[in-house]
T-cell receptor
């Protein structure tokens, strides 16, 4: 089954404790991205990757890091989480060409205390 | 980047046809129009995509007038399970598409 998986689905942590949210897709897609979703603000893109070892900032990259060492994986790293990063996070992937048809993961709800 | 404007919310009743219109006055020649559906606490799901005229699939229809400055997502005979947020995106890919606030559709019994 074609899918995007994220782990963990729920996470409660404390300020400053480094964390990683994993994302994996099994569709051999070149393009992957991370979004955060906050009430009233819709989905905002954090980082995206056009292919292995190619990453770039989205609209709200501050406080986040990503890496793309393999085509299928695109982890989101919060080196020093802060309460304003409490949000619902989605990973997405699509083929690298043509109009947007993204496949989204199930989401990770992060709470930073 | 082409911006889109959608109604913030809409109400409907089961069995009715729902039409959600999206304005995109600055759409470029190469831009496509894509609609996504999102249920609470789930990731958005692709519904339909088009370039011009009319596109229909098993879920919805997309109507695009000749000037392409707007588009209308049509959901036939909605049910309670169609209650969701619907997003209209415009672009040609290459990371130029952005999600706005979407339209929150509430279907009532």
């Amino acid at each position: 089954e074609a899918q995007v998986t994220q782990n963990p689905r729920y996470l409660i942590t404390v300020t400053g404790k480094k964390l990683t949210v994993t994302c994996s897709q099994n569709m051999n897609h070149e393009y992957m991205s991370w979004y955060r979703q906050d009430p009233g603000l819709g989905l905002r893109q954090i980082y995206y990757s056009m292919n292995v070892e190619v990453t770039d900032k989205g609209d709200v990259p501050e406080g986040y890091k990503v890496s793309r060492k393999e085509k299928r994986n695109f982890p989101l790293i919060l080196e020093s989480p802060s309460p304003n990063q409490t949000s619902l996070y989605f990973c997405a992937s699509r083929t690298g060409f043509g109009p947007d048809t993204q496949y989204f993961g199930p989401g990770t709800r992060l709470t930073v205390l | 980047l082409a911006k889109t404007t959608q109604p913030i919310s809409m109400d409907s009743y089961e069995g009715q046809e729902v039409n959600i219109t999206c304005s995109h006055n600055n759409i470029a020649t190469n831009d496509y129009i894509t609609w996504y559906q999102q249920f609470p606490s789930q990731g958005p799901r692709f519904i339909i995509q088009g370039y011009k005229t009319k596109v229909t699939n098993e879920v919805a229809s997309l109507f695009i007038p000749a000037d392409r400055k707007s588009s209308t997502l049509s959901l036939p005979r909605v049910s309670l399970s169609d209650t969701a947020v619907y997003y209209c995106l415009v672009g040609e890919g290459n990371n130029d598409m952005r999600f706005g606030a979407g339209t929150r559709l509430t279907v009532k019994p």
